[in-house]
């Protein structure tokens, strides 16, 4: 079964910093791989995905994530970090061979700084 | 405003009680998935139905059950109430199944409080 890691459980950025939300999974092929962000009192909602072809994904809200399979990692970025971006991000990882249903990680909450 | 809604938002209730919660999907979505979420466990997916058709099972206990009618609305009940089934309960639907389209869409969670 394909499981996930986000090792960060809290990050702490400055407005107009960059960012990186790190993700490691675990799968024997190349899964489907998703980031979701949920802003406070929400649900989820999609970032980004990636499937297959070009490695970096961009996404919605200014955000990237780069497929690196050598390290089994989907990696979510973003150059610039405004203080709306303050939510908790969830990396998932979906079997494209089997239910297609994300496996999500525990989260990353981002707290930005003025 | 994802268009899954789901009722009640908020729900207390004492242990051994039952409790549903419902969805309703996106105009338009088959698919219907419940989601757990808590400190502990994280998020954990618990059932999905397509079409009124029970597709898959995650961790859900005996104790919970599921359903999806004609009308493609879901609910979901919650029996014998533990106090460690307090959580935030995730209704998300897709047009299909979920990872083949990318993107399943949540709704804002119904907070269950077991006093």
């Known amino acids: 079964a394909q499981s996930v890691t986000q090792p960060d459980i809290h990050i702490t950025v400055s407005e107009g910093a960059s960012l990186e939300l790190r993700c490691n999974y675990s799968?024997?092929?190349?899964?489907?791989l998703f980031w979701y962000v949920q802003s406070p009192g929400q649900g989820l909602q999609l970032l980004l995905k990636?499937?297959?072809?070009?490695?970096l994904v961009q996404g919605i809200k200014g955000f990237e994530a780069e497929f690196k399979r050598s390290q089994s990692s989907f990696n979510l970025r973003k150059p610039s970090v405004h203080w709306s971006d303050a939510a908790e991000y969830f990396c998932a990882v979906g079997d494209p061979g089997g239910s297609y249903i994300p496996t999500f990680g525990r989260g990353t909450s981002l707290i930005v700084h003025p | 405003d994802s268009g899954v809604t789901q009722t009640p938002k908020h729900l207390i209730t004492a242990t051994g009680q039952r409790v549903t919660l419902r969805c309703s999907p996106r105009s338009g979505d088959l698919s219907v998935y419940w989601y757990q979420q808590s400190l502990d466990q994280g998020l954990q997916f618990l059932i999905q139905y397509y079409n009124g058709e029970e597709r898959a099972k995650g961790n859900i206990l005996e104790r919970f059950s599921a359903q999806q009618f004609p009308d493609l609305h879901s609910e979901l009940n919650l029996s014998s109430l533990e106090l460690g089934d307090s959580a935030l309960y995730f209704c998300?639907?897709?047009?299909?199944?979920?990872?083949?389209?990318?993107?399943?869409?949540f709704g804002e969670g119904s907070r269950l409080t077991v006093l």
């Open positions: 990636y499937f297959s072809g070009d490695t």
């Open positions: 799968y024997g092929a190349t899964p489907y």
């Open positions: 998300a639907s897709s047009v299909a199944f979920g990872g083949q389209t990318g993107e399943l869409f």
